[in-house]
């Protein structure tokens, strides 16, 4: 199997992982919601730069008891026009805890000011003509931690606005194109600290009715 199916199937069996997660915490709060009790919500996002990008973005957030969520996204781009030498190829994902707080955080899930600690793994290959390019052969891995602050725009839908901050590390090769192969130019040890993530996150809450209604119950 070459890399590009190592690397598929594992984004696979990341978004499979996504889709339980969705499907077991849905039934978890449709069951909670029949007492009127349950905190647990849940919310499916898509950071709008990443989008716009072209690096399609999907993710999803699970609010759990006393003001703490666990937030899992992931990215995946393979783009490739081979006689321009042009190549967009980014994939992996990241996890993040949050608390959040401050009086919307109280009546309206995923809402109002939120902190958080997170980590990621990506690859990445861009190549932007003239025969050179940049690619991550392995995967990069960074850490840090985040701030945010997300409010209401309708009934089932909040705008999420977020900025990360950590460290990130990893391979990086040089290349330039010849006779239809990359050739090394320039092997370096990525090791960089900063600004890592800018977020506009568009979060829908799915259901009908009062299934997985974003307004909070008055525990």
């Known amino acids: 199997m070459d890399i590009k199916h190592h690397y598929l199937h594992g984004m696979l069996r990341f978004t499979a992982m996504i889709a ?5 915490s849905m039934i978890a709060n449709a069951t909670a919601d029949d007492c009127g009790c349950s905190e647990m919500r849940v919310g499916v996002k898509s950071n709008l730069i990443h989008d716009a990008l072209l690096t399609p973005d999907l993710g999803i957030e699970v609010r759990l008891p006393k003001n703490f969520s666990i937030d899992a996204e992931g990215v995946y781009a393979w783009w490739s026009k081979e ?4 190549t967009w190829r980014i994939y992996g994902g990241w996890i993040e805890g949050r608390f959040w707080f401050g009086k919307q955080a109280r009546h309206r899930a995923l809402t109002g000011h939120h902190v958080g600690i997170y980590g990621s793994l990506h690859s990445f290959d861009f190549e932007f003509g ?3 390019g940049w690619q991550c052969p392995g995967l990069a891995w960074g850490a840090g931690v985040a701030y945010g602050y997300s409010f209401r725009i309708a009934d089932r839908l909040n705008l999420d606005l977020g900025l990360r901050v950590g460290y990130m590390r990893g391979d990086i090769v040089k290349y330039k194109a010849e006779c239809g192969t990359h050739v090394c130019t320039e092997r370096e040890r990525l090791s960089y600290f900063g ?3 800018l977020e506009i996150t568009l979060v829908w809450f799915p259901g009908r009715n009062d299934g997985n209604n974003p307004k909070l ?3």
């Not at 339980?20 to 077991?24: D, Q, V, Y």
């Not at 006689?83 to 042009?86: L, S, V």
Request: no cysteine; net charge neutral; aromatic share 0%.
């Open 195 to 197: 600004p890592t993530g």
């Open 20 to 24: 339980l997660i969705l499907a077991n």
């Open 217 to 219: 119950p008055n525990l």
């Open 130 to 132: 003239e025969n050179k």
């Open 83 to 86: 006689q321009a030498h042009h």
